[in-house]
Structures are given as structure tokens and as C-alpha cells.
DNA sequence: GGGCCCGCAGGG
DNA sequence: CCCTGCGGGCCC
């Protein structure tokens, strides 16, 4: 009955970036940034889909572009001071979870935030920021704090994703360059062929694990965008190491019809359940394979 | 249902 | 200004 609203990722339509709310309530009303108090929406399984810049945390940075966001926990309720350490869980593991996958983070900037970016009341949504990275760090207060770096996402999204919901087709996934080659998003299918594999890389069996969990990126055989136009089809991905998936990416891992591999050692594994397109292997053979070196004619002849 | 949280209003 | 009480919604 009171089913409760999906969590969105990505712009909410009818609230472009700059749009202003009066209260924690209008934008909670919006969907824009759900909770009426905690400044992190998300949670472990999903990812952290919004944040909220108001003020009260001392390690906070803002440089407009980039924000240091402080996790939450280990404060006094009643007099905001930092009296324990705070933990990689809640709100905290929700924004690992977004750097993890990818996923963009809606940034909401309030008055009461000491910063040039801030809006002079109110609370603004300024777009959406990727969790570029997290770690740990001794905070002012002495205590253990975590810290996500968030970068801001140049191009505005066209359609919003959802999760739980199977309309997500991307026509092509925007990369950013920052400390490494990064996916900025992953659709929710690609997601799942994550999970049907355990994050286990396809080629290799490589489970990489972090402390917010386990980490595989999800590679397209028949490549998206012109002039490849592969779809964002489970047919046309695989799950892979970040290694495997550049050698993939650039022609030096090449998977035969039968599974077994160029490139690398036995067969590429399948799960029963995951269908692999034929035709977009043989695409991406006949495209990125090395051409064989033989000798040409140095001009074609007519005779 | 318990506990948590980057609100908010009201009073001193 | 600071402090207090009272919170709604959501995660676990």
C-alpha cells in the first residue's frame, strides 16, 4: 500500500540544476533530497542517490566543482560535536556504494553553508557530482572521519534512471577522466550481470574487494554510440577486471566462437542464465582483431 | 519498531 | 546569539 517512492538517480524531472527550495520539506516533497534531516539519501544495497551541503561539519570543503563531503555519525545530536569515530555504514557505505558503481549524486547546497557556492537562503540543487573517491582521515575533532571527494558531472543527463524499474537503456555511458578511467554510470542491467557473476571477472575469476565491497566493471562487446551502436543489452556485456576489460576495450584480449581466448589462458566463463550474443563477438572480432600482416600488392592492378 | 539524522521553531 | 524540544521520514 504505502509502497515507498523509488529511489531515483540522476536529475529529477521538472527540477533542472539551480532550481531553489524554501525548506527541507519542499525539496524532501520533490524528491530531490528525501529526508527531511539526514544530509546523505541512499542506502548500502542502491547506492546514496543525493546529499545535502548545510553547514555543521567542520572538514566539509567546498571549491564548487569539487566538495570534500564529511560521512556522518560519531556527533552529540543535540550540540553537532564530533564525539566518536564514525564508521564506513549508513548513509557513509551508501556513498562508497555510488563511487563503486558510478552512480551520479544529487548536490544540494543550503544558505547555512559556510561557502562562496552557497545560496544566500534557502536550500539550491546544484547538479550531480560523481564520488570520485573515499577514505579515512582524522578529522578536527581528533576522531576518525570519512571523507568523499565529489566531482561534478560536465553534461546533464537526458533521462533519469530508476532502480527496481527495467527502463534503463542508455544510448552511451560518459567516461571521465580523474585518477583512473572511470565509468560514470552504470545502467541497472549491467549491474545485474555484475551481480550474476559475483563481481568475479568472466576471463580470470578476479573478485577485486574493497571495504565497501566488491568492485567489476561491466564491458561492452559491440561498443555503444556511432558507429558501433551496440546495445545496453546483457547479450552484449560481460563482467570484467579493470585489466581484462582494457584489453578487451583495445583489441588485445579477442574471445573465439568456441569461448576459448586470444589473449589470454582456457575460456571465457558463462553463467547458464547470461545468453551472450554471437553476432556482437563476431563484430567485435572482425573490428579490433589485429589485422593479419600479409604482404600486399604495393598497387592494385586491373587487368 | 528502534535508532539515526548537514531541521526548525520558539524562547531566553 | 545559543540552546532546547519536538520532530518526519527512512534505514536496518
Avoid at 571549491?63 to 552529540?76: C, F, M, N, P, S
Avoid at 541497472?188 to 563481481?199: F, M, N, P, T, V
Avoid at 566493471?217 to 563482467?239: Q, S, W, Y
Amino acid at each position: 500500500m504505502a509502497t515507498m517512492a523509488e529511489r531515483t538517480f540522476g536529475q529529477i524531472p521538472g527540477y533542472p540544476e539551480g532550481t531553489t527550495f524554501d525548506s527541507r520539506a519542499e525539496l524532501s516533497e520533490a524528491g530531490v533530497h528525501r529526508p527531511l534531516m539526514a544530509g546523505i539519501s541512499g542506502n548500502a544495497r542502491d547506492g546514496a542517490d543525493s546529499i545535502v551541503l548545510s553547514g555543521g561539519y567542520e572538514d566539509d570543503k567546498d571549491l564548487g566543482d569539487e566538495i570534500v563531503y564529511t560521512g556522518h555519525g560519531g556527533r552529540d545530536p543535540r550540540t553537532g560535536v564530533q564525539v566518536s569515530d564514525q564508521a564506513l555504514r549508513g548513509g557513509n557505505l551508501a556513498l562508497a556504494k555510488s563511487s563503486l558503481e558510478g552512480l551520479p549524486v544529487r548536490v544540494i547546497r543550503g544558505s547555512r553553508h559556510a561557502s562562496p557556492y552557497s545560496p544566500e537562503s534557502g536550500y539550491r540543487y546544484d547538479g550531480l557530482y560523481t564520488v570520485d573517491d573515499y577514505w579515512h582521515d582524522v578529522g578536527r575533532s581528533g576522531f576518525l572521519i570519512w571523507r568523499f571527494r565529489l566531482l561534478k558531472v560536465p553534461t546533464v543527463p537526458s533521462a533519469a534512471e530508476r532502480v527496481g524499474e527495467g527502463r534503463a537503456d542508455y544510448s552511451a555511458a560518459p567516461r571521465r577522466e580523474t585518477t583512473v578511467l572511470r565509468v560514470v554510470r552504470d545502467t541497472r542491467q549491467a549491474r545485474e550481470i555484475k551481480a550474476l557473476y559475483d563481481y568475479r571477472c568472466q576471463v580470470c575469476g578476479t573478485r577485486l574487494e574493497g571495504p565497501a565491497g566488491p568492485y567489476a566493471e561491466a564491458a561492452h562487446i559491440r561498443p555503444l554510440g556511432a558507429p558501433h551502436d551496440g546495445p545496453d543489452t546483457p547479450d552484449n556485456t560481460l563482467c570484467l577486471c579493470p585489466n581484462h576489460h582494457a584489453l578487451f576495450d583495445h583489441g588485445g584480449l579477442v574471445i573465439e566462437e568456441d569461448l576459448t581466448m586470444t589473449g589470454a589462458e582456457g575460456r571465457l566463463t558463462v553463467h547458464p542464465r547470461h545468453r551472450i550474443s554471437n553476432e556482437h563477438l563476431r563484430y567485435r572480432r572482425e573490428h579490433y582483431r589485429a589485422p593479419e600482416e600479409e604482404p600486399r600488392p604495393a598497387a592494385r592492378t586491373t587487368t
